[in-house]
């Protein structure tokens, strides 16, 4: 997924108060080459919260290359949503529910996104049925 200069990002609705965990990997690419970074974010309350922030010039494109998502809540379901934000105007990307300890994973090599039970075990990932 690619933001372009300052003018694109990627929000996260939550649903409910609950904690939320984000950890958004990416690369920002120049015309001098690539630059690694990653944004972390926690969420307390239901708001919509940027995810990952502009790249900020406008020679520049950022891709997102991993983002984790996790319900650290003792007690909240959270039902999450998450857009791309091109000029104000939102793109849904996609819509999932997080029970307590899941987490949802974004991976631009494997092409997929995954949730993960409380455990560690796939839930479900993109393209498949649920499995648990």
Do not use: C
């Not at 372009?4 to 939550?14: D, K, R």
């Not at 969420?43 to 995810?51: C, F, M």
């Not at 990952?52 to 039902?79: C, E, F, H, K, M």
């Amino acid at each position: 997924m690619y933001f372009n200069g300052t003018t694109e990002s990627l929000e996260l609705i939550t649903s409910v108060a609950g904690t939320i965990h984000v950890v958004a990997n990416y690369m920002d690419h120049t015309a001098a080459g690539g630059d690694p970074d990653s944004q972390e974010t926690i969420i307390t309350t239901a708001t919509t919260t940027v995810i990952l922030a502009p790249p900020g010039l406008a020679s520049t494109d950022r891709q997102l290359r991993s983002l984790s998502i996790r319900n650290t809540s003792n007690s909240a379901v959270n039902a999450l949503t998450i857009q791309k934000d091109v000029s104000g105007t939102n793109h849904e990307v996609l819509k999932v529910t997080l029970q307590v300890g899941e987490t949802l994973l974004y991976s631009e090599s494997a092409g997929q996104w995954t949730v993960l039970t409380s455990g560690g075990q796939i839930k479900i990932r993109s393209g498949e049925e649920a499995v648990a």
